[in-house]
Every structure is written in structure tokens, then in C-alpha cells.
């Protein structure tokens, strides 16, 4: 009985090592494989089969939604009919540079397009995207925007949604540079904006309040701003119109208006000054900007 119970332990303590042995190595490979196998993926361009960017170079390993045109469809094609040659864009919140790639193509090599994304997987793709495309007219910053110069946590919720595109001023896991729109163009580091895309994840109204000086003068200027929540969407917009923009709603915030912002994630709005000269068309193409972006 004894001889039994002791070879009955040592099969067990075997067993029990191979299956450790195992999950060790089975460890040690899932790493390798996240790590290597999705860098070579990364690094792999081809081109986007449909929508406004149709032909430029992406990254496989980002998802189908952008070759099938499928990434934020309405902005997409209302953002021909409201950028003109030789503009300077400012894209806050780039993401990983759909948006830039095309704003890039449309203001032509006389204007140019300054990019700023903090996160910095995201800000991997769109460096590649840009270099890829050969955008010379691109310039991207590793800057967060946000109401004046500083250092935030930048992040997550710790429940929440780990997508890039959920990342947020205040949320859990990294620290990074905030700067303000005013102080960036006081310092002359950036040239004035005479259009902004404007995508940070509630932290919309504090970049505004950053921007008072050029809001307060640049005639030219058209802003395209998703808003992330009703508060932030009413404040935003009263803003603006006490700095004297017209603010023309998207369909899609009458949905958030009924559903709520987080069943669709954000809602859109074009602020924009009479000198302008935004067309009837221009604004019936932001209109249709719907649940999808």
C-alpha cells in the first residue's frame, strides 16, 4: 500500500510537471507570437480597396472596416466639401491617420496637415501610414490637447473598453504632454489652423478653452468636433456660439440625443464662421454623418 501511494505521487508530481512544463512554454509562445508575429503583420502595407482613400497604403493588421471604406464613412466624404487647397488642418486626435491621409490629399502640397496623437500604438500606425503615403505635407506630434501645458495619465477605464479608440485624458496607463492651442501657436510651433478635426474622448470642451485666442480671431477658421457626451455637446456648442460660430449638427447627434452618447460613442458638429462660406452642400454632406461616424 505504501509502495503504491508513493508510485501513485511520483506519476502525479510527473504529470504535474509536464503539464506545468507545458503552460510555460505555451506561455513563452503566445508572447513571442503577440509580439513578433503581430509587429511583422504591422509592418505590412497594402492597399485600401474602397472609399475616399482608395489606393493608399495601410496596415493589414489594423482591420477590414478601413480597406471596405467602412471607418467613419460620413466624415469621410463630407471632408472633401470642407477642406480646400492650401489649408492648414490641424487633426487632433489622429488616431491611426485615416483621416489624415485624406486631409493630406486635399489641401495639396501647399497646405499641410499637423496630426496629434498621444497614444502611442496608435501613433505607430499613423507614422507608418504617413510615410508609407508619402505625405510630405504631414507632421505628426506625440502630443495630447487639452486646456493648457502640463502632464496627464492617459488611458483607459479600468472596466472599460481597451480599444485605441476609448483612450482618454484621465484614464489609467500612461502619462503624457498636454499642450494648449494657444500656446502652441504663441510659441510659433505650430502655424494657426484654418480648419480642426477635433476627436479626444471628452476632452473636447478643455481643448476649446485652450483655443480662446484663436477662436476669438481667425476668420477662416471651420472646426469638426465629436462630441462624447450631452453635457460636453451643449457646452461645446454654447461656446461656440458665443464666440461667433454658426454650429450645425449631424444626424447622428439626434440619435445620441435618443439613445444616449454611449450607445454610439460620439456625436458630430461643424462650427463654423459666416466668412467661411460653408455651401448648402457642404452641410447637407455633414448631415448625413450618421451612427458609424
Excluded at 44 to 57: D, F
Excluded at 87 to 114: C, K, M, N
Aim: hydrophobic share 45%.
Amino acid at each position: 500500500m505504501v509502495t503504491l501511494s508513493r508510485h501513485f505521487y511520483c506519476t502525479m508530481l510527473a504529470e504535474f510537471t509536464k503539464i506545468a512544463m507545458f503552460l510555460h512554454i505555451k506561455r513563452i509562445i503566445e508572447k513571442f507570437l503577440s509580439t513578433h508575429v503581430g509587429r511583422f503583420f504591422r509592418a505590412l502595407p497594402a492597399p485600401i480597396l474602397r472609399g475616399p482613400n482608395a489606393g493608399r497604403w495601410w496596415s493589414i493588421a489594423t482591420g477590414t472596416r478601413y480597406f471596405r471604406g467602412k471607418f467613419v464613412p460620413g466624415k469621410a466624404a463630407a471632408l472633401p466639401l470642407l477642406l480646400q487647397p492650401g489649408e492648414t488642418v490641424w487633426d487632433i486626435g489622429a488616431h491611426r491617420g485615416y483621416t489624415v491621409l485624406l486631409e493630406s490629399r486635399l489641401v495639396g502640397p501647399q497646405g499641410r496637415v499637423f496630426a496629434f496623437e498621444p497614444n502611442p500604438d496608435s501613433r505607430d500606425f499613423l507614422e507608418r501610414h504617413v510615410r508609407w503615403n508619402r505625405s510630405a505635407n504631414v507632421t505628426v506630434f506625440p502630443w495630447a490637447i487639452g486646456g493648457g501645458a502640463g502632464e496627464l495619465s492617459f488611458g483607459w477605464e479600468p472596466a472599460g473598453s481597451r480599444s485605441t479608440l476609448a483612450c482618454h485624458l484621465g484614464g489609467q496607463g500612461l502619462r503624457v504632454t498636454v499642450k494648449g492651442i494657444d500656446q502652441l501657436i504663441a510659441a510659433g510651433t505650430v502655424p494657426a489652423p484654418t480648419f480642426i478635426k477635433i476627436d479626444i474622448e471628452g476632452a473636447e470642451l478643455d481643448a476649446l478653452q485652450g483655443a480662446a485666442n484663436l477662436l476669438a480671431h481667425e476668420r477662416r477658421l471651420a472646426i469638426a468636433l465629436a462630441t462624447h457626451s450631452r453635457t460636453l455637446h451643449d457646452q461645446c456648442s454654447t461656446l461656440l456660439r458665443t464666440m461667433g460660430f454658426a454650429v450645425f449638427e449631424a444626424d447622428n447627434v439626434t440619435i445620441a440625443r435618443q439613445e444616449g452618447w454611449p450607445a454610439i460613442g460620439d456625436a458630430d458638429v461643424l462650427a463654423f464662421r459666416p466668412e467661411r462660406g460653408v455651401s448648402a452642400e457642404t452641410l447637407a454632406a455633414f448631415r448625413c454623418i450618421g451612427r458609424h461616424g
